[in-house]
């Protein structure tokens, strides 16, 4: 009877803690996604990138790696400052002609970045 009334507290606390990590996993998560909440993304003439984040906007570069299909887009970029930014685009979070007039620049200018365009004389 003892032996299992130890293993039933000892569930229970595995249940607690398991319980407490995730409320603490998700606070840091919805503490990121407030602090970096992307209002726009403009892709301009030049091939640069103009990302506004929380009411700044920073110039960035999009990186190789990125990934763009007819679902989504996977837009991996490095900001002025030197840090790293990941945009996901969904096709329904966008409109739709935005969204195939983005994938049609995309196939006709590829995912070059800033180097590989100036290389190419682009």
Same mark, same amino acid.
């Given at each position: 009877?003892?032996?299992?009334?130890?293993?039933?507290?000892?569930?229970?606390?595995?249940?607690?803690?398991?319980?407490?990590?995730?409320?603490?996993?998700?606070?840091? #998560?919805?503490?990121?996604?407030?602090?970096?909440?992307?209002?726009?993304?403009?892709w301009q003439p030049?091939?640069?990138?103009?990302?506004?984040?929380?009411?700044?906007?920073?110039?960035?570069?999009?990186?190789?790696?990125?990934?763009?299909?007819?679902?989504?887009s996977l837009l991996?970029?490095?900001?002025?400052?030197?840090?790293?930014?990941?945009?996901?685009?969904?096709?329904?979070?966008?409109?739709?002609?935005?969204?195939?007039?983005?994938?049609?620049?995309?196939? #006709?200018?590829?995912?070059?970045?800033?180097?590989?365009?100036?290389?190419?004389?682009?």
């Amino acid at each position: 009877m003892i032996s299992l009334l130890s293993v039933f507290l000892v569930s229970q606390n595995n249940i607690i803690l398991s319980v407490l990590l995730f409320v603490f996993l998700m606070f840091l #998560v919805v503490d990121s996604v407030k602090r970096n909440v992307m209002c726009e993304l403009q892709w301009q003439p030049d091939g640069d990138w103009l990302i506004r984040v929380n009411k700044e906007v920073a110039k960035a570069e999009l990186q190789t790696g990125s990934v763009v299909t007819p679902v989504f887009s996977l837009l991996k970029f490095k900001l002025e400052n030197n840090k790293k930014f990941i945009v996901i685009l969904f096709k329904d979070s966008v409109d739709v002609e935005k969204f195939r007039q983005f994938r049609v620049r995309i196939k #006709v200018e590829g995912l070059q970045t800033k180097k590989e365009r100036d290389t190419l004389g682009g």
